[in-house]
């Protein structure tokens, strides 16, 4: 069906509801790169007006990507809940902004909803939003998970610890988990990207994690960021694996591309439940995407990449994880551009995530041929912090000197919880404290006498 | 004023660890940011990196080097010879520029073992720094295998998949692409070398081998001559390059694809 707006100075039509979407969708590169996007500013607006319009319903009845040749699309509209989605079902998506912004609509009602609420219908509001509707919005969103700490409580904010290192040297890798942790970060997981191919490496990695972890009862969790195939493969070997990792996507093409689909990653946390190594709660899988990963493997469809994004969403959410992270500026400028972009995608992904109810935090990020800078991060930071960002990524100077891009440091989260007051996951704050690490206050304390974590043989 | 000096001092209880990992550790801090000294040191890394990235390339300066060296050169270009539209249009850095490709045509078929294809890719800064001296290593060694070279072809605006045309347009046997990487914050001078056999428009990343990191301070020039040296005498010898030919740079190809950091 062919959507028509005549506001501005021409009638604009859309040829469908795909088209429609990728047309109203802010301007970013990856979707000029794909051909898909609005022509001008104002064929741009002509289509959020198209959009605004169109009953939310439609996405249950008209697949973006077909039902017949995507195992996504069928795990969407067969998961879909009629009874969660009831209350919004007669509005059309302009509507449904103005119901999510309204005072009355509460945590527990979005909550309520979440189930109810297709990737497709949350990209489509999220396309007529602007920043401060995305903060709003998702701020009021709450997502609790558990696995060794509470995440997602209102008024927190959890902080990976990225301890990346060129040759996945134990010591190396063991100064940057040690020197984050004097920072107070690592409560949402202590993840590693391993440099190596090896699964001989990567044992050596997990051991150290279990380690460390164990060594001083820390309250948080680890994880081995490898193919879940190996993840299953080091689980059988009887290794110590608490988080089963997967990069993921919007199609069951670009999932393809990654080596995965549903069963497989069903696998994966079936072997991962099967240890039992949560305390508080069984949330075993993190998974990681990014905007433009199914274009990059030639697997959008002719979809914009949000909405592909938003789809990948869906897909996690059926597998209950305990973290999902958008790498919202790894992919370069040819995908999101700038600063600006890199701003709004992570602000879209963070929205649609959490209205979605994952556990969605942000590797905030970009590039050196990305036109950004650490100005931008901090931006993006705040932005994200004001909106309840789940987690956020701590690499020792914001500089991964493996992966070689620049995300946010252990300084960063320490600023932004100066500035907006936001707590750790419980647990590892009163952790934190027993050690005296941080003060009462959850502040640092000028530790020159007490430095409990250091006489690890790693010492010497 | 108290407070100022006795901040830093805490860096320095754990600042021990820092020689353990080439990571940014034990910084200290300046209430919760870092210290002034540590925001401008990651600002200058951050700027070369930046400039790397945006120094436009010299390709005629470079064919004369390559001049001094013995090589015949020609200078080539793609559509995507502004480095914005560089960076937004990945495919338009893979194909040359109606004049380049006939320019290349005129070569003729040369049947050559070895065509050599220069590119900027994401660093003119490594092409500066590092080609010449590579070559100063290789090219003995290429000679000694008795190899016949096709003329080296200087690409601005090139990425990876470009030599795929340049050399099955030559009718090499065997494609050689040095080309800038992705300029890391300690890294702004990485050059890459990629190696396809029987180079045509189509080849894919799986059928390439990589030499990673060429640079003073990562890979040093005679170990990446060598490597290169082996990998195109087994490449030759077996009639494949890829993740078939087994060698630890295969390895690294696929690791640096996982990573973004090749700009194919």
Not at chain 1, 149 to 158: E, K, V
Not at chain 1, 359 to 370: E, K, L, S, V
Not at chain 2, 177 to 203: H, K
Request: with cysteine; charged share 20%; net charge negative.
């Amino acid at each position: 069906m062919a959507y028509r707006n005549s506001s501005g100075r021409q009638t604009w039509v859309f040829r469908d509801l795909k088209d429609l979407m990728a047309k109203a969708t802010p301007p970013r590169s990856g979707d000029m790169l794909a051909g898909i996007a609005a022509g001008s500013a104002e064929e741009n607006v002509a289509a959020k007006m198209c959009l605004a319009d169109v009953p939310l319903k439609a996405f249950l009845s008209e697949a973006l990507v077909p039902y017949e040749t995507d195992e996504v699309t069928r795990l969407i509209l067969d998961s879909h809940d009629a009874k969660a989605f009831a209350p919004v079902s007669h509005m059309t998506v302009g509507e449904f902004r103005d119901f999510l912004l309204g005072e009355e609509t509460s945590t527990e009602m979005l909550s309520a909803l979440a189930a109810g609420i297709t990737p497709e219908m949350a990209a489509a509001v999220s396309k007529l939003m602007r920043n401060q509707d995305l903060i709003l919005v998702a701020r009021k969103c709450v997502v609790v998970t558990r696995f060794r700490n509470t995440i997602g409580l209102p008024g927190t904010m959890a902080v990976r610890l990225q301890p990346n290192h060129p040759t996945d040297d134990a010591r190396g890798v063991a100064a940057s988990v040690v020197d984050g942790l004097m920072y107070g970060c690592g409560d949402a997981v202590i993840g590693i990207n391993p440099a190596s191919d090896s699964t001989a490496a990567m044992a050596e990695l997990a051991l150290l994690f279990d380690d460390i972890i164990g060594r001083f009862d820390i309250p948080t969790q680890s994880c081995v960021l490898t193919h879940v195939t190996t993840s299953i493969e080091l689980i059988e070997k009887g290794l110590p694996i608490d988080l089963v990792f997967q990069s993921i996507a919007g199609t069951e093409a670009a999932n393809r591309s990654f080596g995965i689909d549903l069963a497989v990653l069903a696998e994966g946390r079936e072997a991962a439940l099967s240890l039992k190594r949560g305390t508080l709660g069984d949330n075993v899988m993190y998974f990681e995407t990014g905007q433009g990963s199914a274009l990059s493997a030639s697997a959008h469809h002719g979809v914009d990449q949000q909405t592909i994004e938003a789809r990948a969403y869906a897909l996690a959410r059926a597998f209950d994880p305990l973290l999902v992270n958008t790498v919202v500026g790894f992919i370069g400028p040819e995908y999101l551009y700038d600063g600006k972009q890199i701003i709004r995608a992570g602000l879209e992904d963070h929205f649609c995530g959490k209205l979605l109810g994952l556990p969605i935090g942000c590797d905030i990020c970009y590039t050196n041929h990305a036109e950004a800078d650490q100005d931008d991060m901090d931006t993006l930071l705040t932005l994200l912090a004001a909106a309840g960002v789940t987690f956020i990524i701590g690499v020792p100077g914001a500089d991964d000197v493996m992966l070689n891009y620049q995300s946010t440091s252990f300084h960063d989260q320490l600023y932004i919880r100066e500035v907006l007051g936001v707590k750790r996951a419980p647990e590892f704050e009163a952790w934190l404290q027993r050690m005296g690490i941080t003060g009462h206050d959850g502040q640092l304390r000028p530790h020159s006498a007490l430095l409990p974590l250091l006489p690890m043989e790693l010492a010497e | 004023m108290t407070r100022r000096k006795e901040t830093p001092a805490l860096q320095k209880d754990w600042k021990y660890l820092s020689r353990l990992t080439p990571a940014r550790i034990a910084l200290g801090r300046s209430g919760s940011g870092l210290l002034t000294a540590e925001v401008l040191k990651i600002a200058m890394a951050h700027a070369q990196a930046r400039d790397a990235v945006h120094t436009p390339f010299d390709g005629e300066a470079l064919a004369a080097k390559l001049a001094g060296l013995g090589l015949a050169a020609v200078c080539v270009a793609t559509p995507a010879t502004r480095r914005d539209v560089y960076l937004r249009r990945p495919d338009l850095g893979r194909r040359l520029d109606e004049a380049s490709a006939r320019a290349v045509r005129n070569l003729g078929q040369t049947g050559a073992d070895l065509s050599i294809v220069i590119a900027d890719g994401l660093s003119s800064t490594a092409i500066e720094t590092n080609v010449v001296p590579l070559l100063e290593a290789l090219l003995p060694q290429l000679r000694q295998m008795g190899l016949s070279l096709a003329p080296v072809a200087v690409a601005g605006g090139g990425r990876v998949a470009l030599g795929d045309e340049i050399g099955g347009a030559l009718e090499a046997r065997l494609v050689l692409v040095l080309i800038g990487e992705r300029p890391g914050l300690s890294s702004p001078d990485s050059l890459g070398a990629y190696l396809t056999f029987e180079p045509r428009i189509g080849r894919n990343d799986a059928e390439r081998n990589c030499v990673s990191n060429i640079r003073p301070g990562g890979l040093g020039y005679s170990v990446a001559a060598s490597k290169l040296a082996w990998l195109i005498e087994a490449a030759l010898k077996r009639g494949l390059t890829g993740v078939q030919l087994k060698d630890q740079s295969a390895q690294d190809l696929v690791v640096a694809m996982r990573h973004g950091a090749i700009s194919d």
